[in-house]
């Protein structure tokens, strides 16, 4: 896996990575390797929470969750930067198919309490084979959920709090000395319990999966898509005309 970090509209970001490559960290041992994922929303978060991009620069990976990132890097970089998202489109499946691989074992943290549960019981169904060896829901103290991690010493855990929750309990695991993989997965938990698969292949291929979960999930998204994702879009549009202005400028000057 060839990756760099960069800056992108002010956050780190990660460049060159794929999903076969980020399943390759499940074999890496020795220390801890932190994932995480950048989607529109984060601009907002990171204007409102100063911690936050301090945290990100702390992670192993920072992903470029959705299309609209990857994108909006690929056009202003010419940077290597595909979409790797943690659902059944991209990232989801060949994961725990590679925990199954290694015969690693896993542990869940996030949701409402009962989510973890039932997210265990499904993917018991779906992969017998998974070797989890234990769940926590994502609400209280970080104290009880850390201690219990390091008491089972999972190779990896998939962490749904969202953000910056979720990139904060990934500190907290490697400050009380977790070496296995964590890596987020926002709404996952709850995404693969409403139906899997989620999207339908047609919304997929087009690319349009933030409008479907828009139309899925109205009460929970509709400010995160319609409001948050303002900050990111405008700092876009200024870096694109900063970038058209710096072309036109070079030209005009060698033409002169």
């Not at 002010?10 to 950048?38: H, M, N, W, Y």
């Not at 690693?104 to 018991?124: I, T, W």
Request: glycine share 8%.
């Amino acid at each position: 896996m060839s990756m760099k970090r960069i800056t992108f509209l002010g956050l780190p970001l990660d460049v060159g990575a794929s999903v076969e490559g980020v399943c390759q960290l499940l074999q890496k041992k020795g220390k801890p390797r932190l994932v995480t994922f950048i989607n529109p929303a984060a601009w907002a978060l990171a204007e409102k929470r100063p911690e936050y991009v301090p945290t990100l620069e702390q992670m192993s990976l920072n992903l470029p969750d959705g299309e609209g990132v990857a994108l909006a890097c690929r056009l202003l970089t010419k940077e290597d930067c595909q979409r790797v998202s943690f659902d059944m489109t991209s990232l989801a499946d060949p994961f725990l198919r590679a925990v199954i691989e290694r015969k690693a074992s896993l542990m869940l943290v996030g949701g409402d309490p009962g989510v973890d549960e039932s997210m265990h019981e499904k993917l018991h169904v779906h992969y017998p084979e998974l070797k989890i060896v234990g769940t926590f829901h994502g609400y209280g103290d970080f104290g009880p959920k850390v201690e219990g991690v390091i008491a089972k010493s999972p190779d990896a855990v998939i962490v749904a709090m969202g953000a910056p929750r979720q990139e904060a309990f990934l500190l907290a695991l490697r400050d009380a000395g977790y070496k296995g993989m964590a890596i987020t997965c926002g709404g996952f938990f709850d995404q693969y319990l409403l139906a899997d698969p989620y999207y339908p292949r047609w919304v997929d291929e087009w690319n349009i999966r933030f409008l479907y979960r828009l139309y899925k999930e109205p009460g929970r998204l509709w400010r995160r898509y319609l409001i948050e994702y303002q900050v990111f879009i405008k700092k876009l549009v200024c870096a694109i005309v900063e970038k058209v202005k710096g072309v036109y400028l070079k030209r005009v000057s060698k033409a002169s």
